[in-house]
């Protein structure tokens, strides 16, 4: 089992900067970051496979940035001109395949807050 940790979460203003890590114990195939406020679901926020292919939610499209480094295991999320809705726990998922079979491994969270 793969384990995740995350850092990086923390109260910023409205046009602020933050920037998410999130380090793996072992290889994954793909690693994705989601967000979650109470009482509502988890939803994908951005997710990259390999090195270069990476997809957004449209939410966040041109404005975050997702990256990964495979020498680290680390899977990082720019996140530029943030705005109040994007406060949330953010959550990392790591991909890993072993004997065909894929497994979700998900970090503990770390806090997002953009104040107004």
């Known amino acids: 089992q793969v384990q995740l940790v995350e850092s990086g979460g923390g109260l910023v203003q409205a046009g602020g900067s933050l920037k998410l890590s999130c380090t793996a114990s072992?290889?994954?195939?793909?690693m994705n970051w989601y967000r979650q406020t109470p009482g509502n679901e988890r939803d994908f926020v951005a997710g990259i496979i390999g090195g270069s292919s990476t997809n957004y939610a449209d939410t966040v499209k041109g404005r975050f940035t997702i990256s990964r480094d495979d020498a680290t295991n680390t899977v990082y999320l720019q996140m530029d001109s943030l705005k109040p809705g994007d406060t949330a726990a953010y959550y990392c998922?790591?991909?890993?395949?072993?004997?065909?079979?894929?497994?979700?491994?998900w970090g503990q969270g770390t806090n997002v807050t953009v104040s107004s």
């Open positions: 998922k790591a991909v890993t395949v072993t004997d065909g079979h894929y497994k979700n491994n």
């Open positions: 072992g290889r994954a195939s793909a």
